[in-house]
T-cell receptor, first 111, second 116 residues
């Protein structure tokens, strides 16, 4: 089963930052934190991943706490098209097979 | 930007029939996967494939399922005798290197399989 805990749902106002939390208290030192999202029934879309340091790309920022037991995905300026289910996944660094999707957080961006 | 593609987008079949779902992974990727998602449920891992053999499979991937890379571009999932409970979205994914690599999986748009 998934090694992460996420809120079931969240709302965000369009144009505002969406901050999606994830708890992964049992994470080990050789496990990544990955974020994907799924819009309607489309295929999961890769967003970002990190190991220890905070990461930023064109889609989002990932903030990982110093003890690595939790992280936050930040969408800096949410749009209606960001409405989706967001999955936080802990995955071993050297085992690409072990991707376990949980229930995720359903983010609704409202006008 | 390169993408994983899947065909068909929707497949309807009768119970007991064989179906083949097709995927074209990203061209320089070497490692391929199938997942499924029953309506309203989680995305579940089925199988991974590397170097022309199965690398890992879940308990869902029983003898009714098989995978193949018939040529240099396609990756297929065959279900020999479909059951009603096989109705689901099936997603193909690929990643650049071996299972012991650090690479990200990229997913296709999925095939919706409906078994009547």
């Amino acid at each position: 089963d998934a090694k992460t805990t996420q809120p079931t749902s969240m709302d965000c106002a369009e144009g505002r930052a969406a901050n999606l939390p994830c708890n992964h208290s049992t994470i080990s030192g050789n496990e990544y934190v990955y974020w994907y999202r799924q819009i309607h029934s489309q295929g999961p879309q890769y967003i970002i991943h990190g190991l220890k340091n905070n990461e930023t790309n064109e889609m989002a920022s990932l903030i990982i706490t110093e003890d690595r037991k939790s992280s936050t995905l930040i969408l800096p300026h949410a749009t209606l098209r960001d409405t989706a289910v967001y999955y936080c996944i802990v995955r071993p660094v050297y085992n690409n097979n072990d991707m376990r999707f949980g229930a995720g957080t359903r983010l609704t961006v409202k006008p | 930007e390169p993408e994983v593609t899947q065909t068909p987008s929707h497949q309807v079949t009768q119970m007991g029939q064989e179906v083949i779902l097709r995927c074209v992974p990203i061209s320089n990727h070497l490692y391929f996967y199938w997942y499924r998602q029953i309506l309203g449920q989680k995305v579940e891992f089925l199988v991974s494939f590397y170097n022309n053999e199965i690398s890992e499979k879940s308990e869902i991937f029983d003898d009714q399922f098989s995978v193949e890379r018939p040529d240099g571009s396609n990756f297929t999932l065959k279900i020999r005798s479909t059951k009603l409970e096989d109705s689901a979205m099936y997603f193909c994914a690929s990643s650049p290197t071996s299972p012991k690599g650090t690479d990200t999986q990229y997913f296709g748009p999925g095939t919706r399989l409906t078994v009547l």
